[in-house]
């Protein structure tokens, strides 16, 4: 990808912005999101805003009272769900391999 595709990414602190996306979809509800992310709800509806803003489409429409993800929207949470589980493997094999670099530097002192 073009550094300049990528920097609309990037320039806004855009991983926040989809960890309060993701959460919003996944749980229905902007209130859900930020009680489970210990924020406060103004501060989710910011971070998607300004996501929604950065990507120049809408994410989520109004259903009610509630909401529902746009096709935008979907992609979106498509990709985060790819993304978020990315870096969780890319955690899982740098645990493993701290694990296995200090598997050989273990040292013992005996008196």
């Known amino acids: 990808m073009e550094r300049a595709r990528l920097r609309r990414y990037l320039r806004h602190g855009t991983l926040p912005q989809l960890v309060a ?10 209130s859900r999101a ?3 992310l210990h924020q406060s709800q103004p501060t989710v ?18 259903a009610g ?3 529902r993800l746009t096709p935008a929207g979907e992609e979106v949470y498509q990709t985060c769900r790819v993304l978020f ?3 969780e493997e890319l955690d899982d094999r740098l645990s493993r391999q701290a694990e296995d670099q200090g598997a050989g530097a273990r040292v013992a002192v005996t008196q």
Do not use: Y
């Not at 996306?21 to 902007?30: D, I, P, Q, V």
């Not at 910011?46 to 489409?57: F, R, V």
């Open 65 to 67: 009272r509630g909401m």
């Open 21 to 30: 996306f993701e959460a919003t979809a996944r749980l229905g509800s902007c």
């Open 45 to 62: 509806s910011i971070h998607i805003k300004k996501l929604s803003e950065s990507l120049g489409q809408p994410l989520f429409e109004r």
């Open 85 to 87: 589980s990315t870096f």
């Open 34 to 36: 930020a009680e489970m």
